[in-house]
């Protein structure tokens, strides 16, 4: 199996990914220009040289005149001083009367294939070179001659390609400086810009491999979303490993004295001969294995509850379900009888069903083992919030337990009736779902349950 190299594997960065694709705009913006400049140059050098033709053309239209029933024809020389300007062009002309001969100049120097107008500027080709040219129509209107004179001015394109190379090389040597300038400001603009993210890099590579504290650097707006998910999750991983941290020493801790004292009592039963202590040692041994079982049901427990609060899809849930499948699984394994008391219409909140059910079995384990028959379950609908709630007849929680609540092994140690982590797993579900953990003591007993945001339907 092949394997990427390190560059390759951790992608390319994001000031390379931008450095090539402002190269790739500039260029194309460079080359595009260009297009614009040449053809800007050729138009130019066009227009000044159409002039002069157009010029030279009106100057000897100017000099056609009718005498005794004549067209006659007086070139004048500043018409071709003027095209001289052009030194390396030549110049030809055609002038045609109106008989349609051709009075004087080159009879075959060619007119514009289109005679749509009088006047045209056209390109053709004569004696094997490019010329342009300039056809001008005169109207005579004497009472001895009438009818029109064409005056055709040419003249080779050497110059005026010359003229628009020059000035096509002039605009692109600017755009190109002003390319490279513009190249090496957006490099540098983008250095100042990415300067954010190499101090979060910093930042970052700076720490303890164990410190999770949120990231503080100084950012623009668009870093500081980054730095914030970086801080939410390493929020999140902290949470996981806490949580993690907790159970493996409340697991270390508080397993290891009761499998002492199970084996202890072992050796003891394998040494005892009377059959009445032998039995004593049984029921302890039994005891003990009840307790160590519950406190491993709810050390696993608590951690399904910490891995799914990260985990775990919030959904809808109707909350008098939940009551009624904690009810039935915690009557499952107990013989007293739990009453169920449900609104008749459906209690909506947003949360996790498996957390809250374990919630419920807990405190409903609790009011089982250390209430007073009857065990109720109910759920009630409030101004702005459900609350399920474990009622019994028994004095409650003692007073000076009661600020501590939800705290882990609050109670008095690990026997068969308590393991001491059934409230600290109700706290940490009431965490993750925004709830509150709450409790009442009066005249009918003792109550404990969740209040929980509800969700109008």
Known sequence: MSTLAPETARGQSIAYRLGVAMVLILVMVVLASIVAATRFGQTASDETFDRLLRGAALQIAERISVNDGRVVVDLPVSAFELLSLARSDR????????????????????????????????????????????????????????G????????????????????????????????????????????VALKPLARVERAILA???????????????????????????????????????????????????????????????????????????????????????????????????????????RERIDL??????????????????????LPDEEVWVEGDAVSLREAVKNLLNNAVRHGAAPVRVQVERREHHAAIMVCDRGSGIPEAL??????????????????????????????????????RKDAEGFAIGLEIPMIRS
């Open 91 to 146: 110049v030809f002309y055609r002038i045609i009367g109106p008989d349609g001969q051709t009075m004087t100049g080159y009879e075959d120097l060619p007119l514009p294939r289109s005679n749509a107008g009088a006047d045209a500027i056209y390109d053709a080709r004569y004696k094997n070179t490019g010329i342009r040219a300039v056809k001008l129509t005169r109207l005579l209107a004497e009472r001895s001659m009438s």
């Open 207 to 313: 720490r303890e491999a164990n410190d999770l504290s949120p990231i503080d650097v100084p950012a623009p707006q668009e870093v500081a979303v980054l730095v914030a998910a970086i801080n939410r999750f390493m929020g999140r991983l902290e949470n996981r490993i806490e949580a993690m941290q907790n159970f493996v020493a409340d697991a270390a801790h508080q397993i290891r004295t009761p499998i002492t004292a199970l084996r202890a009592q072992a050796q003891l039963a394998l040494e005892e001969k009377d059959p009445e202590r032998l039995e004593r040692l049984h029921r302890r041994l039994y005891a003990r294995s009840v307790g160590l079982g519950r406190l491993a049901d709810q050390l696993l427990s608590r951690a399904l509850i910490a891995h799914r609060a990260d985990t775990a899809l």
């Open 402 to 439: 009661a600020a501590r609540i939800g705290e882990r092994f609050t109670s008095d140690g690990i026997s068969p009736d308590s393991a001491g982590l059934g409230l600290s797993i109700v706290a940490s579900v009431a965490a993750m779902h925004g709830a509150r953990l709450v409790h």
């Open 320 to 341: 008098r379900r939940v009551a009624l499948e904690a009810e039935r699984e915690t009557r499952a394994v107990s013989d007293q009888a739990i009453n169920v008391d």
């Open 148 to 191: 029109q004179v064409i005056i055709v001015v040419a003249q080779t394109t050497r110059e005026r390609a010359a003229l628009a190379g020059s000035i096509a090389t002039n605009a692109v040597l600017i755009i190109a400086a002003a390319g490279v300038l513009l190249l090496f400001l957006a490099l540098l603009v983008l250095r």
